[in-house]
């Protein structure tokens, strides 16, 4: 139970997952002579967007604006708005999947990724939480900090490749379950040409092991398909930020991840803009209070707290790993 609470909780963060480099693709491949060029982008500032396409919860939840204030609050407000045609609409989505409607309360709409070199912090706001996330590619190590939007509850601790890669594995996507195939379509998504890559579960493909992340919570996180966006320019160190585990040896620019066969049920994950600018040492420093914990450690305990704060409920006693 322990276990599938920790996962559940870091499920639902998994747009901004706590996760490292990926591993390498094996189709090499390349961009028509007609792409625009541009240079490789190792300094500056990115703008993230997640979405549900067609459910009408995230087409409503996407109005929440952080800078507004209490995100609660304002959810209250915005849904009293759906139309009683809606909000029929709306319900039988939640019964067709439940998990989707969950995601759509939950997901961090948009988020801000700061990248100088090999290190990156990104940060973002969800209806209940303020997450930011800084990682090391050179040191394969991170911090991160969640706290909560209407108490002083808040949570952080370091984490490295090695111990967060277990907590995800269960989700990713490889050809051991996927069909992989490389197309030659291409993109320009936010400036940068990218190459889809169109992967399809193979009939028969065995459920993990283990419940993955989001699974105790409800949410359905085994995707019948996805496409996949990368662009050569794009540092691969980046794909920590990206909700789902794909085998690309690339930067991922966008993903799409279809949960049922006629892909009415999507989540999408792209950038919106990519900005060549300075980015100074403050840009990627977390400010944190309190103790920091270590997940290598405390991952169970961390887990559970992870969920206290986006479930909204008071801080519980301390766990393992706090003083």
């Given at each position: ?46 703008t993230t967007r997640v979405s549900l396409p067609g459910n009408l919860y995230d087409k409503y939840m996407s109005q929440l604006d952080p800078t507004k204030g209490d995100l609660q609050a304002q959810a209250q407000g915005i849904m009293s708005k759906m139309s009683a045609a809606e909000q029929q609409q709306a319900q039988a989505q939640a019964q067709q999947n439940p998990g989707l409607t969950m995601m759509a309360a939950w997901l961090p709409r948009k988020a801000t990724i ?210």
């Amino acid at each position: 139970m322990r276990t599938n609470l920790r996962n559940a909780a870091l499920g639902l963060l998994a747009p901004v997952a706590l996760a490292a480099l990926l591993a390498a693709g094996k189709h090499p491949r390349s961009l028509p002579p007609t792409a625009p060029a541009v240079p490789d982008f190792t300094l500056g500032v990115i703008t993230t967007r997640v979405s549900l396409p067609g459910n009408l919860y995230d087409k409503y939840m996407s109005q929440l604006d952080p800078t507004k204030g209490d995100l609660q609050a304002q959810a209250q407000g915005i849904m009293s708005k759906m139309s009683a045609a809606e909000q029929q609409q709306a319900q039988a989505q939640a019964q067709q999947n439940p998990g989707l409607t969950m995601m759509a309360a939950w997901l961090p709409r948009k988020a801000t990724i700061y990248v100088r070199g090999q290190e990156a912090r990104a940060t973002t706001d969800g209806l209940t939480y303020h997450l930011e996330n800084y990682f090391n590619s050179a040191q394969k190590s991170g911090l991160c900090l969640v706290k909560s939007q209407s108490s002083a509850n808040q949570l952080a601790f370091t984490y490295t490749n090695a111990g967060m890669k277990q907590e995800w594995q269960t989700i990713s996507a490889t050809d051991a379950d996927y069909l992989i195939q490389p197309t030659t379509e291409t993109a320009l998504i936010a400036g940068y040409p990218c190459l889809k890559t169109r992967y399809t579960r193979k009939p028969g493909a065995a459920s993990p092991a283990q419940p993955g992340p989001g699974a105790a919570a409800g949410m359905a996180v085994e995707a019948v398909g996805l496409d996949v966006w990368t662009s050569s320019k794009m540092p691969v160190s980046l794909n920590f930020a990206h909700p789902i585990y794909v085998k690309e040896k690339q930067g991922i620019m966008k993903i799409v991840v279809y949960f049922d066969k006629a892909h009415q049920q999507q989540l999408l994950y792209e950038f919106t803009s990519v900005q060549s600018k300075p980015v100074a040492p403050q840009d990627l420093r977390i400010a944190t209070t309190g103790t920091v914990l270590d997940y290598d450690k405390d991952g169970p305990s961390i887990g559970l707290r992870l969920l206290g704060i986006m479930m909204g409920t008071p801080q519980t006693a301390a766990g393992p790993g706090d003083k």
